[in-house]
């Protein structure tokens, strides 16, 4: 006879503790069998087998694992497309219901209605939830229905709304190891099965800095500090739960809150106006004639284009999966408009480099950059390196960090004039927006 289990999918809330669908799926009447799915399709996209993302989740698992193997149950992970892996499960157990917590980008959404329907279609319930947000779906309308499209009336709206009804559909987890399903602990399967190689990317159980977070609005601008969470990646694969976040940020910085809220308006963003993963926000957007010149690309990817602070953001990403969100500001402009190449290019180059890459943040910062998003910095407002350089990084400490050969000859001269450069693009833009 099969056993009766109740699966759990882990997807982008790797930890064990605050996890809604989770504590919903120990408190099911059936032992819970914990999975993690490496999705073919996902791997497959990525081109560097050395990538630091798959590395940090292999981590992540492994310690799951161990505080399961500590109390005499295991993580099973299987490696394939998940509808065929469910299908697999579901000859193997008495599959009584799958839980699982909401993922919102477009792939995710078209990936879970056919598991959703599979699983329908021979009678099991397959339960998803809202844990990597606050707020999601249509949670926040205006007063019209519609989706808010500018921040500052959906954050107040946001703020409002947690006041009345404080961390709706979530509870600290509860729950008791007795509920999982008893298994001797198996490995996680191999980083080398998956076809990656280990990175210096090192997991560590994440936590709140109350001094750097209370200090937060005074010296997050500044490169050279070390006076951001970084938490980034820790948010994004659910390591760390949103709500111990944003309980922390209400009572510590009111900045560090806004800069949460952002993740949620861009990702309601996303999931509202799913268009935006390929097209601009703001249709006309997609008229401007970009130069797309690929040697200039080049240089740009490598930190090469003679405008330091916008080499040392690229080199600090190339190597350390991080870039400062100040310098991205300024290497996203500079690509935009000072290459006039399209945004698209740079979004997918963030994505293939960045630890904390998310398509619903990355995407919606591109496209503010660009111009092209909604609540977006104007078209004309084109970062000016040198003036940035001059607020930022006055002593060019985080420069020189990352551009040591700066004063010497081995360093190449300005790619483009600024002032030229600056121009040609606002022309493009009037161009393509027909305001010329
Ligand atoms: C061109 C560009 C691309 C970006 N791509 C990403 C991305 O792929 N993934 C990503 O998480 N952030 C992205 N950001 C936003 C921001 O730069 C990073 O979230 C931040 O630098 C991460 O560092 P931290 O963890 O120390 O963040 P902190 O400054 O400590 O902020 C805490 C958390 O708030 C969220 N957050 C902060 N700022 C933003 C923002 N502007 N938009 C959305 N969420 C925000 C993140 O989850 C972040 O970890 C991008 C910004 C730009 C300009």
């Known amino acids: ?16 503790c605050d996890n809604v669908a989770l504590n919903a799926a120990l408190n099911s009447p059936y032992p819970v069998l914990p999975i993690f799915i490496f999705d073919d399709t996902i791997l497959n996209q990525l081109d560097d087998k050395k990538d630091r993302r ?15 193997a500590d109390n005499q149950t295991t993580l099973c992970t299987y490696k394939g497309i998940p509808i065929h892996i469910f299908k697999q499960l579901n000859a193997a157990y008495d599959i009584q219901a799958v839980y699982c917590n ?13 598991i959703y329907d599979y699983f329908q279609s021979i009678g099991i319930s397959f339960k998803a939830f809202k844990d990597q947000v606050i707020f999601d779906k249509s949670d926040i309308l205006k007063a019209d229905g519609t989706p808010y499209t500018v921040y500052t009336p959906y954050s107040h709206k946001w703020k409002e709304l947690l ?11 509860s729950h008791s190891f007795a509920n999982f399903l008893k298994l001797t602990s198996l490995p996680i399967i191999s980083l080398e099965a998956l076809g990656f190689v280990k990175t210096a990317i090192r997991y560590s159980q994440p936590s709140l800095n109350e001094k750097l977070i209370a200090d937060y609005h005074q010296h997050r601008d500044y490169p050279a500090k070390n006076a951001t969470s970084r938490l980034g990646i820790a948010i994004r694969f659910g390591t760390i739960s949103i709500r111990q976040c944003v309980k922390f940020a209400q009572q510590h910085n009111q900045t560090w809150l806004s800069e949460l809220i952002w993740r949620e308006f861009f990702m309601q963003i996303l999931y509202h106006f799913p268009q935006v993963a390929t097209q601009s926000f703001k249709p006309k957007y997609d008229l401007i004639s970009w130069r797309n010149d690929v040697a200039d690309f080049e240089k740009w990817c490598k930190g090469q284009t003679g405008y330091p602070l916008v080499d040392a953001g690229i080199r600090e990403l190339n190597q350390t999966g991080f870039m400062h969100n100040r310098v991205r500001m300024v290497v996203a ?12 290019w740079g979004e997918a180059y963030f994505a293939s480099k960045l630890d904390d890459y998310d398509l619903a943040a990355n995407n919606g910062n591109w496209q503010w950059v660009a111009g092209s998003g909604c609540d977006a910095t104007p078209y004309f407002r084109v970062f000016n390196p040198q003036l940035q350089t001059d607020k930022f990084d006055k002593n060019q400490l985080y420069i020189k960090k990352w551009v040591p050969e700066l004063d010497t000859p081995q360093y190449p001269p300005p790619m483009v004039d600024h002032a030229y450069a600056r121009e040609r693009a606002l022309n493009s833009y009037r161009q393509a927006l027909g305001s010329a």
């Not at 798959?54 to 399961?68: C, E, R, S």
């Not at 006041?163 to 987890?173: H, L």
Request: glycine letters at 2%; aromatic letters at 12%; one cysteine or more.
């Open 333 to 344: 402009s500079f690509l935009c408009k000072h290459l006039l190449i399209d945004w698209r």
């Open 163 to 173: 006041r009345q009804k404080p961390y709706a559909g979530s509870q600290t987890n």
């Open 102 to 114: 909401r993922d919102y980008e477009p792939q995710a959404i078209k990936r879970d209605t056919a």
């Open 1 to 16: 006879m099969k056993t009766k289990v109740t699966l759990y999918w882990f997807r982008r809330d790797l930890r064990l």
């Open 54 to 68: 798959v590395d940090y989740i292999h981590q992540a698992l492994q310690a799951i694992n161990q505080q399961l």
